[in-house]
Structures are given as C-alpha cells and as structure tokens.
C-alpha cells in the first residue's frame, strides 16, 4: 500500500508508470535474474471513499481487475468494478445451493455430420434458472464458476446428468 497526499488522477498515473518501469528493470538475486511485475490499483480519496478501510477495498478491487487483464499494469477503480464484484459474489454464494434447488438443468444438443446430416454426437449445454436473478448466461456464470472453483461440482454433475438422459 502507497499512500500519497493531494494526488490527481494525473499524478497519481504518473507514479504508477515510474513503479512499473522501475520493477521492470531485471535485478541479480545469487545466480539468478529476476523480473518482477507489478499490478496496481488506485482509489482516490474522496471520489473512491472516505476512510481507509474504504479506499483500500477499492484499490483492491482495481488491482485484481488489472490482475484479470493482464500484468504489469494499473487501474483506477471505477463504479463498475464495485458492481461486478458485488455481481460475482451475488453469484458465488448463489451457485451454492443451485444444484441442490434445481436451478441447474441440462439440455442436450445433437452435432450433426455435414457430409450425411446423422447425429455425429452431443453437446451438453448447462443452464441456470434463479428464482429471483431469472435466467443467467453461461457466459456470466460459468467463468465464476471457474474462479470460486465450484466449476468440478458443476462439471461433475453435468456428467451425472448427461449420462442419466443417454440411458
């Protein structure tokens, strides 16, 4: 945590690039060369919060946003990165209870040849319905579902699943 006093926005992104190119240069440990990436978040007070607990949670948030990207940048923090962390979770402790509900359902699609139109195979598609949220999309779900590591106990279940509607 760096804490600066009066910073903008301006100088605040001007600090950020000096830790970065700084940390960029490699540097000897024993035999070894090294290079380090950094990646920062920035909250500014008092747009981004007014007490410390506050300010850090937001820089926090910015950091694993740039984490997510890529490396070896920096990001302010921003509304929406509040609103999809507070979406994540929402979701995080959703998926909990979602199989044991049954809010998760399988649909089974046919792959088809091209050469002769015969069912060549099947896709199994998982979907989400939530009493309250409605339907989620795979593509918001799932890669929480790979983050909280919930996705072997989906998977797991998809499995189950398909193989119970194939007998």
């Known amino acids: 945590i760096l804490l600066l006093p009066s910073v903008t926005e301006e100088s605040a992104s001007q600090m950020a690039m000096k830790l970065l190119a700084v940390m960029h240069e490699p540097f000897q440990m024993a035999t070894c060369e090294l290079v380090c990436t950094l990646s920062i978040g920035i909250a500014l007070y008092p747009y981004d919060g ?10 926090d948030t910015a950091m694993y946003r740039v984490k997510q990207a890529s490396h070896n940048n920096f990001a302010f923090f921003t509304q929406e990165m509040q609103s999809h962390a507070a979406r994540k979770l929402q979701l995080v402790n959703a998926m909990h209870f979602a ?10 699609q046919p792959l088809l040849s091209l050469q002769d139109g015969h ?4 896709e199994a598609l998982l979907r989400w319905q939530h009493p309250e949220l409605g339907s ?7 890669p929480v579902a790979e983050d909280s590591g919930q996705i072997l106990v989906m998977g797991e279940w998809v499995l189950r699943s398909a193989v119970t509607q194939l007998k």
């Open 50 to 59: 007014l007490d410390f607990e506050t300010l850090s949670k937001n820089a």
């Open 136 to 142: 989620l999309s795979p593509a918001e779900f799932i």
């Open 119 to 122: 069912i060549v195979g099947a």
């Open 99 to 108: 199989l044991a509900r049954g809010e998760m359902s399988l649909h089974c």
